[in-house]
């Protein structure tokens, strides 16, 4: 598979769209590699289905380019373009059956009709419905019906695989059973995908990078660990995952401070000068109720206000000297080994090595 001069199979080039006044996009720039999983996350509105049509053609941009495997692809038209998409609504043919939704791309081709057939059939056995060629899409369940439109996608063997939300309109259970079969395909196949989605647990486990997004700019792109575990802005930090937000005033470089208590923090910022108002973040799962010493740093009195049961954990909402709440996450071992309950109060710890830190101003 062509890449270009920069190593990367797709390259957008400081890319913008405008819809009048309205500027959905703004100078993006990225770079994708071949066979890669990468996920558009980010809230209703940030531009990543805008960015998904700019590189199908389906919305040419106002400003900059794209590059796929070496060309130059930013005014092709869609059918000049080397890629397959599975829209949200998946878009079959009501009155095709499965087979020819899946043959649809090919009959234009003029292939023989025996090689139609086969590759028809290897699709549709490749994404789990054999024997359902005869069916059509009124007879199948959502699932299936995503399957078949993946299928179709698949069938010109596109060096590009864009899939806009294509789990979003299935429940909870099918969601999470296709996204590991997506994935599973994708690693298979090999081929370079992109994946638009608002829903940051299906981005954490199907992706190989996240192109987090918001009001029409990249916040960070990244492996789903480092975006968990080390988010660079505010808005990535509160939008993936849970976090937890103390205001804190700094008093040295890896120092702040919450009311009459000082904690240090890890990442020490020399350009951070005292007396700047900042915002703590950690996670609920961060925060350490066992083996709290006494005298032990970073540590907060809290009182259990209430207490939700999620399964594996229940998730704890702590209430703060000064009223400030703050959740955690306590395993079900913990609930039973400290006998934890509604109204008990606790000493708490932040491990330093799991604290972020950012300017007040910039939490949304």
């Known amino acids: 598979m062509a890449v270009d001069a920069g190593g990367a199979y797709l390259r957008i080039d400081h890319v913008s769209k405008s819809f009048g006044a309205f500027q959905a996009l703004k100078d993006i720039s990225l770079e994708i590699n071949s066979g890669e999983f990468v996920c558009f996350l980010g809230p209703s509105g940030c531009g990543k289905t805008t960015l998904l049509r700019a590189i199908a053609g389906l919305d040419i941009q106002t400003t900059g380019r794209i590059f796929q495997g070496g060309r130059d692809i930013s005014a092709l038209p869609p059918a000049k373009r080397d890629f397959g998409i599975v829209f949200q609504s998946y878009a079959l043919f009501p009155n095709l059956s499965v087979a020819e939704n899946v043959a649809y791309g ?6 023989p009709k ?41 069938a010109m063997s596109p060096g590009l695989l864009l899939l806009d939300e294509p789990l979003s309109a299935l429940d909870a259970r099918v969601r999470q059973h296709l996204r590991g079969e997506l994935k599973d395909l994708q690693r298979k196949l090999k ?22 997004m ?5 916040e960070q792109v990244g492996t789903p660990l480092e975006v968990y575990r080390h988010p660079k802005t505010a808005f990535v930090a509160d939008f993936v995952g849970q976090m937890n937000f103390l205001p804190v005033e700094r008093v040295a470089a890896d120092r702040v401070r919450f009311g009459a208590i000082e904690f240090t923090t890890s990442g020490a910022d020399p350009a951070a000068r005292p007396g700047v108002q900042s915002m703590l973040c950690v996670r609920p799962e961060d925060i350490q109720i066992r083996n709290v010493a006494a005298g032990q740093g970073n540590t907060l009195k ?18 703060v000297d000064g009223g400030r709440h703050l959740k955690a996450d306590f395993s079900i071992n913990a609930m039973r080994d400290l006998a934890l309950q509604p109204g008990q109060d606790l000493t708490i710890a932040l491990p330093v090595d799991r604290l972020r830190l950012f300017q007040a101003e910039s939490h949304v």
């Open 114 to 154: 025996a090689e139609i057939d086969a590759r028809v059939a290897e699709l549709v056995a490749l994404v789990g419905l054999g024997g359902q060629e005869p069916k059509y899409p009124s007879q199948l369940s959502g699932g299936q019906q995503q399957r078949v439109a993946l299928a179709r996608a698949l």
């Open 214 to 218: 918001n009001q029409g700019v990249i």
């Open 106 to 111: 090919l009959v234009s081709t003029n292939r």
């Open 302 to 319: 809290v009182k259990i206000d209430h207490m939700e049961f999620l399964g594996s954990f229940c998730r704890a909402e702590l209430i």
């Open 191 to 212: 081929v370079t995908t992109i994946m638009v989605t608002h829903d940051q647990e299906e981005a954490l486990a199907i992706a190989d990078r996240i192109v987090v």
